[in-house]
């Protein structure tokens, strides 16, 4: 089950870290396939934190991407997560 929609009455990010925006665009090859990309953008500077691109979209696409985001960023407790509500981002994993 997707969580409440906190970002409607969320403040806007006023330093980095307080807010991250993911989705997950299907990207379109010159080989004809498909890959999926999934990253996680810092709201306050509008730059890519996290990303992995995968050939399929599933779990693990989104929770390397948030991995890696953690990793570089180390965000402080009280970070806002956002995405849409693919069904991976609701999945037990990830939440």
């Known amino acids: 089950m ?16 307080q807010l991250w925006v ?7 090859l ?20 996290g990303w992995h ?8 696409l989104m929770l390397s991407a948030f991995n890696r985001a953690t990793a570089v960023c180390q965000p402080p407790p009280g970070l806002l997560v956002h995405a849409d509500r693919s069904s991976q981002y609701p999945s037990e994993a990830f939440t």
């Open 2 to 17: 997707a969580a409440a929609n906190k970002l409607a009455s969320w403040p806007a990010a006023t330093a980095p870290n």
């Open 22 to 28: 993911g989705d997950s665009p299907c990207l379109a």
């Open 30 to 49: 010159a080989t004809g396939h498909w890959a999926y990309l999934t990253y996680w953008r810092n709201a306050f500077s509008q730059r890519a934190v």
């Open 53 to 60: 691109v995968s050939e399929s979209l599933h779990t693990d």
